[in-house]
Every structure is written in structure tokens, then in C-alpha cells.
């Protein structure tokens, strides 16, 4: 099983809510990502989280805000959102952070439009 | 210069033609080699993973990497309607960081 999955499918959110995209893998993963992808764009990092901690962060603003409550589970908070932030939201996961067998398995993503 | 440059196409193809995807990459030091598929508005599926040089094959799919002209390549046996999407080559970097082409939109005509 190599299932990645996500919710919710789609949101939409005014500049001032507050919202959470939410991620979980049973694959025994101990790396967990978020993307951002525009469309017709490869996705781009934002995150990486490696054994429930944050290692890397790509200079993301700080109204994105991610957590990992435990091994299975990937959340990322959102908050202030601007319109150009409308985007599809990707979570991936792998073995572990970093390794020649370290291969990503992405989610559906959520869709998130910012109004 | 980007480190992996890839046609964004579209391409457009009849059903049961043979497809050639390819992506040309900056760094020789990468050395791990994705081949991802994406249809609209899903997340990106992977298809093949590569290591060095050479070909790897699963059913109508043939992954191959020429290192010595830094070239990527997927190949595509008997296209299918259902093969339409969006075909993303992709690398690690130093850090294990995967690095995207831009994608190659791929349609195969009925």
C-alpha cells in the first residue's frame, strides 16, 4: 500500500480564516513533505519533516504553519492566506529523509482557493 | 540555467504510438533519476525510479539515463487514451531534495 492521503479534497477561505490541511500515511514513513503547485508548475518544497521533526523549511511565510503530531500524521495550518497563495496543496512522504532508496509518494492534494 | 530542463510540450500522439519523453539535467553529480505522472488535478503518481546509467522497464514503460550526455528518457509502449497527463522527470540533489523538470503534457488522440 503506498497511499498517501489528504483532506480535505477542496477549500476555500477568506484572507481572515483560519484553516488546516491534514495528511496521514500508514506506510511507516518517517519523512513527511508539503509542496505548493501552481498550475502548470512543478510542485515546490515548502516543508520536510524527518522523524516528526521540521528539518528543512523553504523560506515559507510564516501565515503557512506546519506540525507533525506524531510519525503517521502531517498537518499544515493556514492563516492570513493572500489570494496568490490559491493553489493545489501536495503532501508526500518516504522512508526516511534522505537515502538512495528514499523515493516520494505524493497525496491527491488539497485544492485551496483563497478569495 | 535550470538543473533539469524538460519540453513542456503538449504532445500530441495517436492511440498505440510509441512515446519519447525526455529531460536533460545540469548537475553530474545526480545520480537518482524519478519519472512522475500527473493527471489533472491529482497528485503526482510515480512511475519509475532509476539509479545511474541504463534502462529499466515495467510493462509498456521503459525508464533510461544517459549519463554521459546528462539525458533522461521515458518511453511509452502502445499509448493509451488513458496515458493522457502530465509527465514529470525529476532528480535529488545533494540533500536528497527532489528537483522537477517543468513537465510534458502529453495527449493520446482515440
Known amino acids: 500500500d503506498t497511499e498517501v492521503t489528504q483532506t480535505p479534497k477542496h477549500l476555500v477561505m477568506g484572507m481572515t480564516n483560519k484553516k488546516s490541511l491534514k495528511c496521514e500515511q500508514h506506510?511507516?514513513?518517517?519523512?513527511m513533505y508539503w509542496y505548493k503547485q501552481k498550475a502548470k508548475k512543478p510542485p515546490e518544497l515548502m516543508f520536510v519533516y524527518s522523524y516528526e521533526k521540521l528539518s528543512i523549511n523553504e523560506s515559507v511565510p510564516s501565515r503557512f504553519s506546519p506540525e507533525c503530531p506524531n510519525s503517521s500524521l502531517l498537518n499544515l495550518h493556514l492563516h492570513a492566506l493572500q489570494p496568490e497563495d490559491s493553489a493545489l496543496y501536495l503532501c508526500?512522504?518516504?522512508?526516511?529523509?534522505?537515502?538512495?532508496?528514499?523515493?516520494?509518494?505524493f497525496g491527491p492534494g488539497t485544492r485551496l482557493t483563497v478569495l | 540555467q535550470k538543473e533539469v530542463e524538460q519540453d513542456p510540450g503538449p504532445l500530441s500522439v495517436p492511440e498505440g504510438a510509441i512515446v519519447s519523453l525526455n529531460c536533460t539535467y545540469s548537475?553530474?553529480?545526480?545520480?537518482?533519476f524519478m519519472w512522475y505522472r500527473q493527471y489533472s488535478r491529482k497528485g503526482p503518481e510515480l512511475l519509475m525510479y532509476t539509479y545511474s546509467s541504463g534502462n529499466k522497464e515495467d510493462g509498456r514503460f521503459t525508464a533510461q539515463v544517459d549519463k554521459s550526455s546528462k539525458y533522461i528518457s521515458l518511453f511509452i509502449r502502445d499509448s493509451q487514451p488513458s496515458d493522457s497527463a502530465t509527465y514529470l522527470c525529476a532528480t535529488m540533489d545533494s540533500s536528497y531534495k527532489l528537483i522537477f523538470g517543468s513537465g510534458t503534457r502529453l495527449l493520446v488522440r482515440p
Open positions: 548537475n553530474s553529480a545526480f545520480q537518482y
Open positions: 508526500a512522504s518516504s522512508q526516511v529523509d534522505g537515502g538512495s532508496t528514499d523515493t516520494q509518494y
Open positions: 506506510m511507516g514513513h518517517r519523512a
